[in-house]
């Protein structure tokens, strides 16, 4: 067990030392649990659920102005018919292959 000391700010900030820092892999923008325990405060580095790890990865595309209706609307039908179509196209091989037919001979 080792004994480190920080000052309070103003703000109620403290500082981890570095060294403390460095041996539990603390970093920038890791979030930190305060435990109370009677007159004592227990500090602990959380883990995070998959949730907490990935929050905010999609900031970078918050500045990406969004789709007005219509297009959104055309993009969806567009996949929805490219994905149907791929449907079709396998129901056809699957058909072929069990009918003995093959899929890749001239018509």
Do not use: C
């Not at 923008?29 to 790890?53: A, T």
């Amino acid at each position: 067990m080792s004994f480190h000391t920080s000052v309070v700010t103003r703000k109620g900030q403290i500082t981890i030392p570095a060294d403390l820092r460095r041996e539990l892999g603390i970093t920038i923008g890791d979030q930190i649990d305060f435990e109370r325990d009677g007159d004592r405060i227990r500090l602990e580095k959380r883990s995070g659920s998959i949730v907490d790890r990935i929050f905010g990865i999609g900031r970078p595309y918050a500045q990406i102005p969004p789709l007005d209706p219509a297009e959104e609307g055309r993009l969806y039908e567009e996949a929805v018919a490219e994905e149907n179509w791929a449907d079709l196209e396998q129901q056809r091989r699957d058909w072929e292959r069990e009918n003995g037919r093959d899929s890749t001979a001239s018509v």
